[in-house]
């Protein structure tokens, strides 16, 4: 019995041990000149051709076939071409044989010049998801919910190849170039209702709350005409029930679109943000809580189309990981217009504002930051391992909306990088980027720690400061242009194509730090092992392991039209360092962090970020290796020579 007892809990120190995996991903870029300033940061367009407009984008580790590891994927959906009766010609790139294909799986570690193996052309979603709400589910595949009602038939053979997706669910799986899987779509149910512009969030127990939306696609035009089809509920996959009225969404109508939705780590609760107002949604009792509201008078509402972005500040054990949420860009009002005037081509905002809800007095502290530049609408926000927040992306005037090319709403691009610090609520300056990303872009963090943004749309925005403004729409009400061809989906007659089909990659300034802390896979491991909630864990160094400053999770995560409800850095506790090792506690509970996946990153005390390792958080009974009883400063080569032979020892007693 001791003996059995003995090989448990040894083995329970490798089956920790064993949920740590990695990929080693080295994007092909072209040599660079890094700035005298490096503190800038640097911008590239990655040579890969892209060949599609990323307007919903999603990052995941990818399957593990070729061996050995992860091929991270980006998954890129863009919105319907159409061709023949539709609007666009169709993407001459991924369906020259009309097949209406809609989405791509780029292969982030293919070498550029190979577009047989940069990408994979996906089979569409036959039920259009374009401008649905997605998010990461606890699996690991991407649950993405309602869409366009626009549908089109392949003109050369008659058959329906699209059709209304606003009332559909369905979910995304990581496509494997050698499995025999005919789609990585699979629809799942229909709702009760149509969906356009809602919002998505995994919850801390793996259901899918879905927000708000309209019945049906609508134009401004329609809104400025009145034709309303709000959808003011929420629901829940896999369903609970009827859809739930929820009254934030019909005090706010009609500007409550991609409503900013996030879970509260002490409560469970869902804080909900739509432009100003906010409540708290208890989704156990149904309860709803109104929270105090923005009071500024110098914002439209900040909710699309006066477009602005959220971000949850980092989570620390610090500070208990309390929740504070901050909302910034957006459009100023123009002297004199009332809040709910649309037509408003106002200043783009450069204030952020910020609350934490889970606070005795929940008071938006409001403006108390300003980009240090000009304003943006519609700008993305994403997270970096060091614990700073990257601001890109948008106009500095205008709306978010409209079709590709009709640049009416925006057409000046924001090309300023702004970087803030949460702990001293300070900015700087990131280098320039140099390609547009109006209406329809995105931003997502890789796994080495740089950031790569995607989509826009309206990309001709060049044509509308030329006498040939009018003549370059790429379409005339439902007919393609004759200033476009249709063959070859190129402009003629001095026209821009409005569809931007480039990546572009910034390489922050802790990416050239010397002395990078190497995560080793010494444990022979790969996907798809994971982590419970309230375990410890091994993670092995190359480098010396008690220069790790902070380690920390950062969730893998989608994004369009500047929301992204999921993105969150989660500060990890380290309970033990040797030379060579750290043990590493698991966040304690699923509201801090929601089951799925997460990249793992050190940073070292000088700044420098180590390549992340993926892991998968998940549901079950907690797994704790004992903590040797040694100070945190610890280093001998002794220490962790020790630590490592009872990994090995617990390997050999596993598998006898």
Not at 286 to 294: F, K, S
Not at 535 to 544: A, G, K, L, P
Request: aromatic share 10%; with cysteine.
């Amino acid at each position: 019995m001791l003996l059995q007892t003995i090989r448990f809990d040894l083995a329970v120190t490798v089956l920790v041990a064993a949920t740590i995996y990695t990929s080693s991903l080295n994007f092909h870029v072209s040599a660079q000149t890094i700035p005298a300033d490096v503190t800038l940061g640097s911008w590239e367009v990655n040579p890969i051709t892209q060949l599609v407009t990323c307007i919903h984008s999603f990052l995941t580790p990818g399957p593990i076939t070729p061996a050995p590891g992860l091929r991270p994927k980006l998954i890129c959906v863009e919105r319907p071409h159409g061709g023949g009766a539709g609007k666009y010609p169709p993407n001459p790139y991924i369906e020259p044989d009309n097949s209406r294909s809609n989405a791509v799986e780029i292969d982030l570690l293919a070498a550029p010049g190979t577009p047989s193996s940069t990408y994979a052309k996906i089979s569409r979603a036959v039920n259009n998801p374009f401008c649905g709400g997605h998010a990461q589910m606890a699996n690991g595949n991407i649950f993405m919910s309602g869409g366009d009602r626009e549908s089109f038939t392949n003109p050369l053979t008659g058959s329906q190849v699209l059709t209304d997706g606003t009332n559909i669910n369905r979910i995304y799986a990581p496509y494997d170039s050698n499995a025999t899987q005919s789609s990585p779509w699979t629809v799942t149910n229909a709702m009760a209702s149509g969906r356009w512009y809602p919002s998505v969030l995994t919850l801390n127990d793996g259901t899918i709350l879905i927000v708000g939306g309209v019945a049906a696609a609508l134009s401004l035009d329609d809104w400025k005409a009145g034709k309303k089809t709000l959808n003011p509920t929420y629901e829940f996959y896999p369903t609970r029930g009827a859809a739930v009225t929820l009254p934030i969404l019909q005090q706010t109508d009609p500007w409550n679109l991609y409503p900013v939705m996030r879970q509260l780590p002490s409560s469970g609760k869902i804080w909900i943000f739509v432009g100003g107002p906010s409540v708290l949604l208890d989704t156990v009792t149904g309860v709803v809580t109104d929270l105090p509201a923005m009071t500024d008078t110098l914002h439209h509402p900040r909710i699309y189309p006066f477009t602005s972005t959220a971000v949850t500040l980092p989570l620390r054990p610090s500070n208990n990981y309390t929740a504070t949420y901050m909302i910034c860009g957006g459009t100023l009002r123009d002297a004199g217009v009332l809040n709910t005037t649309l037509t408003s081509t106002g200043t783009a905002s450069n204030y952020c504002s910020k609350v934490t809800p889970e606070s005795a007095l929940p008071k938006w502290s409001e403006n108390f930051v300003q980009f240090p530049g000009s304003g943006k609408v519609m700008p993305d926000v994403i997270l970096t391992p060091d614990g700073k927040v990257i601001f890109v992306n948008g106009a500095i005037w205008g709306t978010a909306g409209g079709d590709a090319g009709v640049n009416l709403n925006a057409h000046e691009p924001n090309f300023q990088t702004f970087i803030f610090d949460p702990v001293t609520s300070t900015f700087t300056r990131g280098q320039d980027f140099t390609v547009a990303r109006l209406y329809h872009s995105g931003v997502l963090l890789l796994p080495d720690g740089r950031v790569i943004t995607t989509g826009s749309e309206e990309n001709n925005y060049v044509d509308f400061s030329k006498i040939l403004a009018n003549q370059c729409f790429p379409f005339n009400g439902s007919a393609i242009s004759k200033n476009w061809t249709q063959a070859n989906n190129v402009a003629s007659a001095g026209c821009t194509d409005p569809f931007e089909y480039r990546i572009e990659i910034f390489t922050p300034a802790y990416y050239s730090l010397p002395s990078k802390p190497i995560i080793t896979n010494s444990y022979g491991i790969s996907y798809p092992s994971f982590i419970t909630y309230g375990s410890n864990f091994v993670v092995q160094f190359d480098t010396n392991a008690t220069d790790i400053k902070t380690i920390s999770f950062i969730r893998y995560s989608t994004t369009t039209h500047s929301t992204n409800n999921e993105q969150v850095l989660v500060e990890l506790v380290i309970s033990y360092t040797n030379y060579t090792h750290l043990i590493i506690e698991a966040p304690p509970n699923s509201l801090i962090a929601a089951p799925g996946n997460w990249m793992l990153f050190p940073v070292a005390t000088n700044g420098a970020i180590g390549h992340s390792v993926t892991i998968r958080l998940a549901a079950g009974a907690a797994s704790r290796i004992t903590v040797p009883v040694k100070t945190k400063s610890s280093a001998s080569r002794k220490n962790a020579f020790e630590l490592g032979l009872i990994v090995v020892v617990a390997f050999v007693l596993l598998v006898i």
